[in-house]
């Protein structure tokens, strides 16, 4: 090699997720770059025979400069960013000293990423296309495996963020309840082999010594502590072994590592099924990922291999999983349908040993003579697909349950499923099926039903014909019921979309209704759930429609039976508390009418923009606004919690200076009448203040209801959790719940939600709104939205500055309906007729503009007109410390130009009511220009935000993520100052940032200001000597 030729390197290379021998060797000149070295790499391992190729059109590379021995590379993490071997770089810039690199280290690590995006997008186009529903569940299925396939390796996917990721955005999610978006029906109702499980658990038959002595050795290893995760399994492999009777082996393949799993097999046979996957980990909180996530990711990568397809084909894949963390073991079930469900079958119970608790040995022993069994059985399932000659018929229905006949009056009634009954989104076990014969029926799991109510009233034609005997017992503590399809639910009716109804119809339903509840009424009996979903409709041949009932699980002795513990989600429910269901005359037929969801739409929206002057029409007719839509009275004060004494006084001084008057009282009881929020501060003020400023929404509830005393009470956690349908999960800043009923026995449910907006467009609030009225499953009915838009800073002082409160409603009913769906005590949501009376109470004539865009007085003389400030001026009070006239906030830092060479601007579009309508819609399109221009964020109740005292007493915001101390204080503040306090917080702000208002008045020496500044020589204000400023000649 001459002198000038640069040297070759010879680079170990590693794929992040293989097996720890799949190491290869590149070598590239010095000066090659990294773009050929990744296309270089690509080539050397297609070649290598690993098992798998990378695409560059499916894949995406990243490439990391590493130094790591092969024993390590098992559990390798990806690197941090800065080792990243950049494109545009050259080799040798990485590795300049060539007698660095160790021969037997790997220097570069692999990371590969799929284009998720593109593989979702051709999987949805190629399902849509595909007519046949098994051609679809096969082609659903193989996208799954073939998304697994190019994922991340088990334990990449299983970090936290990896998988929280996977869970929310992710086209593979793993259906483990994580979150509550992700939870799929029981798995026991897919094989009989974890119900099988579960009931073994409960035997009592005499087990052999050797089991015990087994189980009891892995129990006091399993107590021992260890260094590291590899040294506690090389001490209980071979115990664990022993106490579940089959052998425990790794098997690697790409992308996946567990620490053991139990196959079956034949001699000469190529094929495998898997019984058990296992992972540990050393301790709990210990390798950077839940065991049992990583186990779930595990069993996903087994079955999702070229070579599993036959048998996932045929079969639902049943597997346990066993997760073990430090002396801690879970057992879950598994299948794999058209995506993966993994559920828990058990508690984590600990491997530990007691001398005086015998008692826990016999039931761990009992656990793994469980597992032993078990496993036996699924050994015996699988034997003939693997087989060497083993054939492999697709079985259609692998997404369904396996329980395929029902016990009739005339022998065994067989059936196969068509779909599933209620949406894809609604987690329950209904399904529509048809029978030999061409029958359609309605096969339904549930854990209660009332079969002899249902039989009572299929008698009568007004439920659908059973073809049950009973209510069959099956798996997982559920029963089946099998009925005859019959008609339609009378919610698809009654949606804006459907046929509808004419009143001789309705007439007709109701009276069938009516009919079916008196019969339940003869024999003590309540139907709890009258809704809409629950009534099916049906037309004869004459056009006459007939109505039957549905649903009894809610059905039961008058006084007996209880509302379900899972009726409310979005409250924790003690047993005691779940009201007896009792009935009425009146039956509450009327819920039966109520409309479906109908879109989210903004009732009512007040803008409130700051002016200057001396009117305070703009806060009077803001105080109008909210008083004619809230029902309420300005006479009201405000309460504003969660702030301590010494914070209290220091903004009753601020205010006082502002010109405010605030009344300031302690309330001993307020730390436990009232809410604290840890990392919202600020938005508590808000809720208590809509919490005593809409007292009508509990008289609705009271009179809609009629059922006992209601009150409203803030959420008891303002940082509840709520789900939306995709698996992500969102809470607002602040929620309300009504309760109805005494104290003692009262249900509570979730009523308005409040949610502020920080520098978000009028879409992001929509789709706010909607987000939480529409897919949440909290019973919210109105959220309310406070925006602040264009704050004023150093750069964008003609901004015009607008604080926007809207509030979203829709009524909600069907199947997401959480209100009292019962004939005895049905929620009757109010709808309140405001279309004219509302219209012309809100509507006000816009005033006229001059050229300067500031509304004309036209009752003041014209030299009123041309003065910024009022004519009441006095020469030592600072304009700033005013009320607010009529006129936008524009903010000049130089001197203005003649009002005749402005062009005259046109008033802000005013949006008329609809009277088809009780809603008023204001669209991005009827914003107007200035403030649907690039705003600034201001925090919203910046101004009602905790505030300390400095030695100067003023205004000093804390933190808002710091908790105040439980020294709670109150502070009263009557509405119309809620709004003059957003005045003071913008004109402080100005002050701050050194902007100056455009006024003409006098200096006292009898100048005349330019136009642009107050005075040469400005006076001092009540402000400044309240800040320690001088009077002049002091």
Same mark, same amino acid.
């Given at each position: 090699?001459? /002198?000038?030729?640069?040297?070759?390197?010879?680079?170990?290379?590693?794929?992040?997720?293989?097996?720890?021998?799949?190491?290869?060797?590149?070598?590239? *000149?010095?000066?090659?770059?990294?773009?050929? $070295?990744?296309?270089?790499?690509?080539?050397?391992?297609?070649?290598?025979?690993?098992?798998?190729?990378?695409?560059?059109?499916?894949?995406?590379?990243?490439?990391?400069?590493?130094?790591?021995? =092969?024993?390590?590379?098992?559990?390798?993490?990806?690197?941090?960013?800065?080792?990243?071997?950049?494109?545009?770089?050259?080799?040798?810039?990485?590795?300049?000293?060539?007698?660095?690199?160790?021969?037997?280290?790997?220097?570069?690590?692999?990371?590969?990423?799929?284009?998720?995006?593109?593989?979702?997008?051709?999987?949805?186009?190629?399902?849509?296309?595909?007519?046949?529903?098994?051609?679809?569940?096969?082609?659903?299925?193989?996208?799954?495996?073939?998304?697994?396939?190019?994922?991340?390796?088990?334990?990449?996917?299983?970090?936290?963020?990896?998988?929280?990721?996977?869970?929310?955005?992710?086209?593979?999610?793993?259906?483990?309840?994580?979150?509550?978006?992700?939870?799929?029906?029981?798995?026991?109702?897919?094989?009989?082999?974890?119900?099988?499980?579960?009931?073994?658990?409960?035997?009592?038959?005499?087990?052999?010594?050797? #089991?015990?002595?087994?189980?009891?050795?892995?129990?006091?290893?399993?107590?021992?502590?260890?260094? *590291?995760?590899?040294?506690?399994?090389?001490?209980?492999?071979?115990?664990?072994?022993?106490?579940?009777?089959?052998?425990?082996? @790794?098997?690697?393949?790409?992308?996946?590592?567990?620490?053991?799993?139990?196959?079956?097999?034949?001699?000469?046979?190529?094929?495998?099924?898997?019984?058990?996957?296992?992972?540990?980990?050393?301790?709990?909180?210990?390798?950077?990922?839940?065991? +049992?996530?990583?186990?779930?990711?595990?069993?996903?990568?087994?079955?999702?291999?070229?070579?599993?397809?036959?048998?996932?084909?045929?079969?639902?894949?049943?597997?346990?999983?066993?997760?073990?963390?430090?002396?801690?073991?879970?057992?879950?079930?598994?299948?794999?349908?058209?995506?993966?469900?993994?559920?828990?079958?058990?508690?984590?119970?600990?491997?530990?040993?007691?001398?005086?608790?015998?008692?826990?040995?016999?039931? !761990?022993?009992?656990?793994?003579?469980?597992?032993?069994?078990?496993?036996?059985?699924?050994?015996?399932?699988?034997?003939?697909?693997? $087989?060497?000659?083993?054939?492999?018929?697709?079985?259609?229905?692998?997404?369904?349950?396996?329980?395929?006949?029902?016990?009739?009056?005339?022998?065994?009634?067989?059936?196969?499923?068509?779909?599933?009954?209620?949406?894809?989104?609604?987690?329950?076990?209904?399904?529509?099926?048809?029978?030999?014969?061409?029958?359609?029926?309605?096969?339904?799991?549930?854990?209660?039903?009332?079969?002899?109510?249902?039989?009572?009233?299929?008698?009568?034609?007004?439920?659908? #014909?059973?073809? *049950?005997?009973?209510?069959?017992?099956?798996?997982?503590?559920?029963?089946?019921?099998?009925?005859?399809?019959?008609?339609?639910?009378?919610?698809?009716?009654?949606?804006?979309?459907?046929?509808?109804?004419?009143?001789?119809?309705?007439?007709?339903?109701?009276?069938?209704?009516? !009919?079916?509840?008196?019969?339940?009424?003869?024999?003590?009996?309540?139907?709890?759930?009258?809704?809409?979903?629950?009534?099916?409709?049906?037309?004869?041949?004459?056009?006459?429609?007939?109505?039957?009932?549905?649903?009894?699980?809610?059905?039961?002795?008058?006084?007996?039976? =209880?509302?379900?513990?899972?009726?409310?989600?979005?409250? =924790?429910?003690?047993?005691?508390?779940?009201?007896?269901?009792?009935?009425?005359?009146?039956?509450?037929?009327?819920?039966?009418?109520?409309?479906?969801?109908?879109?989210?739409?903004?009732?009512?929206?007040?803008?409130?923009?700051?002016?200057?002057?001396?009117?305070?029409?703009?806060?009077?007719?803001?105080?109008?606004?909210?008083?004619?839509?809230?029902?309420?009275?300005?006479?009201?004060?405000?309460?504003?919690? *969660?702030?301590?004494?010494?914070?209290? /006084?220091?903004?009753?001084?601020?205010?006082?200076?502002?010109?405010?008057?605030?009344?300031?009282?302690?309330?001993?009881?307020?730390?436990?009448?009232?809410?604290?929020?840890?990392?919202?501060?600020?938005?508590?003020?808000?809720?208590?203040?809509?919490?005593?400023?809409?007292?009508?929404?509990?008289?609705?509830?009271?009179?809609?209801?009629?059922?006992?005393?209601?009150?409203?009470?803030?959420?008891?956690?303002?940082?509840?959790?709520?789900?939306?349908?995709?698996?992500?999960?969102?809470?607002?800043?602040?929620?309300?719940?009504?309760?109805?009923?005494?104290?003692?026995?009262?249900?509570?449910?979730?009523?308005?939600?409040?949610?502020?907006?920080?520098?978000?467009?009028?879409?992001?609030?929509?789709?706010?709104?909607?987000?939480?009225? &529409?897919?949440?499953?909290?019973?919210?009915?109105?959220?309310?939205?406070?925006?602040?838009?264009?704050?004023?800073?150093?750069?964008?002082?003609?901004?015009?500055?607008?604080?926007?409160?809207?509030? +979203?409603?829709?009524? @909600?009913?069907?199947?997401?309906?959480?209100?009292?769906?019962?004939?005895?005590?049905? +929620?009757?949501?109010?709808?309140?007729?405001?279309?004219?009376? &509302?219209?012309?109470?809100?509507?006000?004539?816009?005033?006229?503009?001059?050229?300067?865009?500031?509304?004309?007085?036209?009752?003041?003389?014209?030299?009123?007109?041309?003065?910024?400030?009022?004519?009441?001026?006095?020469?030592?009070?600072?304009?700033?410390?005013?009320? &607010?006239?009529?006129?936008?906030?524009?903010?000049?830092?130089?001197?203005?130009?003649?009002?005749?060479?402005?062009?005259?601007?046109?008033?802000?579009?005013?949006?008329?009511?609809?009277?088809?309508?009780?809603?008023?819609?204001?669209?991005?399109?009827?914003?107007?220009?200035?403030?649907?221009?690039?705003?600034?964020?201001?925090?919203?109740?910046?101004?009602?935000?905790?505030?300390?005292?400095?030695?100067?007493?003023?205004?000093?915001?804390?933190?808002?993520?710091?908790?105040?101390?439980?020294?709670?204080?109150?502070?009263?503040?009557?509405?119309?100052?809620?709004?003059?306090?957003?005045?003071?917080?913008?004109?402080?702000?100005?002050?701050?940032?050194?902007?100056?208002?455009?006024?003409?008045?006098?200096?006292?020496?009898?100048?005349?200001?330019?136009?642009?500044?107050?005075?040469?020589?400005?006076?001092?204000? @009540?402000?400044?000597?309240?800040?320690?400023?001088?009077?002049?000649?002091?």
């Amino acid at each position: 090699m001459s /002198e000038n030729q640069p040297p070759n390197l010879r680079l170990a290379c590693f794929l992040q997720g293989d097996g720890v021998h799949n190491t290869f060797r590149v070598e590239v *000149s010095s000066t090659t770059s990294v773009t050929v $070295l990744v296309t270089h790499i690509i080539e050397v391992y297609n070649q290598s025979g690993f098992g798998r190729k990378l695409d560059p059109e499916k894949h995406h590379i990243t490439l990391f400069k590493v130094d790591l021995p =092969r024993d390590q590379l098992a559990n390798v993490e990806a690197p941090p960013e800065v080792d990243i071997l950049e494109r545009m770089d050259d080799v040798g810039d990485y590795w300049p000293d060539i007698g660095q690199i160790q021969r037997r280290n790997v220097q570069i690590l692999l990371k590969v990423d799929s284009f998720a995006m593109s593989l979702q997008q051709t999987g949805v186009d190629m399902v849509s296309q595909v007519s046949s529903t098994l051609d679809q569940l096969t082609l659903r299925q193989d996208k799954t495996a073939e998304a697994f396939r190019d994922a991340p390796s088990a334990s990449a996917a299983a970090h936290r963020s990896a998988f929280e990721k996977q869970q929310e955005k992710g086209i593979i999610p793993i259906y483990n309840g994580r979150p509550y978006g992700r939870t799929a029906i029981p798995v026991q109702l897919f094989h009989p082999v974890f119900d099988y499980f579960t009931a073994q658990l409960s035997q009592k038959d005499e087990l052999s010594t050797s #089991k015990y002595v087994a189980v009891e050795n892995l129990l006091l290893a399993s107590q021992g502590l260890y260094a *590291s995760e590899p040294a506690r399994w090389k001490v209980i492999k071979d115990l664990l072994t022993a106490a579940i009777g089959y052998p425990v082996y @790794k098997d690697d393949i790409s992308r996946c590592q567990s620490d053991g799993v139990v196959t079956f097999t034949q001699k000469d046979s190529a094929y495998k099924a898997y019984g058990i996957v296992l992972e540990l980990k050393n301790e709990i909180g210990t390798g950077h990922s839940d065991p +049992w996530v990583q186990a779930a990711q595990s069993f996903a990568r087994y079955w999702s291999e070229e070579k599993m397809t036959k048998i996932r084909r045929a079969t639902r894949c049943p597997t346990f999983i066993i997760s073990i963390a430090g002396p801690w073991l879970c057992i879950s079930g598994a299948v794999y349908l058209d995506r993966v469900v993994v559920q828990p079958l058990t508690d984590y119970m600990w491997l530990g040993r007691h001398p005086q608790q015998d008692h826990h040995l016999l039931r !761990m022993t009992r656990v793994f003579e469980a597992i032993f069994r078990a496993v036996s059985e699924l050994k015996t399932y699988y034997t003939p697909f693997i $087989l060497p000659d083993a054939h492999h018929p697709i079985e259609r229905d692998r997404i369904y349950p396996y329980v395929q006949s029902v016990q009739g009056s005339k022998g065994t009634i067989n059936f196969k499923y068509k779909g599933v009954l209620g949406g894809s989104d609604v987690v329950r076990p209904l399904f529509e099926a048809i029978t030999e014969d061409g029958k359609p029926i309605v096969v339904k799991f549930t854990q209660f039903y009332n079969f002899e109510a249902h039989k009572l009233l299929a008698e009568k034609g007004l439920a659908p #014909k059973l073809l *049950s005997l009973n209510a069959q017992p099956i798996s997982a503590g559920l029963v089946m019921i099998v009925m005859e399809l019959f008609g339609t639910s009378l919610d698809t009716y009654l949606d804006p979309a459907g046929p509808g109804l004419d009143q001789s119809a309705r007439a007709h339903i109701e009276s069938d209704v009516k !009919m079916a509840l008196d019969l339940l009424h003869t024999q003590n009996l309540v139907f709890g759930d009258l809704r809409s979903p629950n009534v099916l409709v049906e037309q004869d041949p004459n056009g006459l429609f007939h109505a039957q009932l549905v649903d009894f699980e809610w059905c039961g002795a008058s006084g007996e039976a =209880r509302y379900p513990v899972g009726m409310n989600p979005s409250k =924790r429910i003690r047993s005691k508390n779940l009201k007896a269901i009792q009935y009425n005359a009146g039956h509450g037929l009327e819920a039966l009418w109520r409309p479906k969801n109908g879109p989210v739409e903004r009732t009512a929206t007040f803008d409130y923009t700051p002016f200057v002057g001396k009117n305070r029409a703009p806060i009077k007719e803001l105080v109008k606004k909210v008083e004619t839509v809230l029902e309420c009275d300005s006479g009201k004060t405000v309460i504003i919690t *969660s702030i301590g004494k010494v914070q209290g /006084e220091g903004l009753v001084d601020a205010f006082e200076v502002a010109g405010l008057k605030l009344k300031f009282e302690w309330s001993a009881k307020s730390r436990e009448a009232r809410t604290w929020m840890a990392d919202k501060l600020h938005s508590t003020p808000v809720a208590v203040w809509l919490l005593k400023e809409l007292p009508h929404l509990e008289q609705q509830v009271e009179d809609a209801c009629k059922c006992g005393k209601q009150q409203l009470w803030p959420a008891a956690d303002s940082k509840q959790l709520y789900h939306d349908e995709d698996g992500s999960s969102f809470h607002p800043d602040q929620t309300f719940t009504i309760q109805e009923g005494p104290a003692h026995c009262g249900y509570t449910w979730t009523a308005v939600a409040i949610e502020s907006l920080n520098s978000q467009t009028l879409r992001d609030g929509q789709e706010k709104a909607r987000k939480i009225i &529409w897919r949440s499953a909290a019973g919210i009915c109105a959220v309310i939205l406070l925006n602040f838009k264009n704050q004023l800073r150093a750069g964008n002082t003609k901004a015009r500055c607008r604080v926007t409160i809207e509030i +979203w409603r829709c009524q @909600k009913t069907g199947d997401q309906a959480i209100d009292y769906p019962l004939d005895s005590c049905p +929620w009757k949501d109010k709808d309140e007729d405001l279309s004219d009376e &509302w219209a012309s109470q809100v509507k006000e004539p816009t005033p006229e503009r001059d050229a300067t865009n500031r509304p004309s007085n036209k009752s003041s003389s014209s030299e009123e007109a041309d003065n910024d400030c009022s004519g009441d001026y006095k020469p030592n009070e600072d304009p700033n410390d005013g009320d &607010w006239a009529e006129g936008p906030t524009l903010v000049e830092t130089s001197p203005p130009a003649p009002a005749a060479s402005l062009p005259p601007s046109p008033p802000p579009p005013y949006v008329p009511f609809k009277p088809e309508s009780t809603f008023l819609v204001l669209d991005e399109d009827n914003v107007n220009g200035e403030v649907e221009a690039d705003f600034l964020p201001l925090q919203v109740y910046n101004f009602l935000r905790m505030c300390a005292l400095d030695p100067n007493k003023r205004m000093c915001a804390l933190d808002p993520n710091k908790r105040i101390p439980l020294e709670n204080q109150e502070i009263r503040v009557r509405l119309r100052w809620l709004c003059q306090a957003i005045t003071a917080c913008l004109r402080d702000l100005r002050r701050d940032l050194g902007i100056k208002i455009p006024c003409k008045r006098p200096a006292p020496n009898g100048q005349v200001g330019d136009g642009n500044t107050a005075s040469v020589q400005p006076s001092s204000t @009540k402000r400044q000597r309240a800040d320690g400023g001088q009077e002049p000649g002091e």
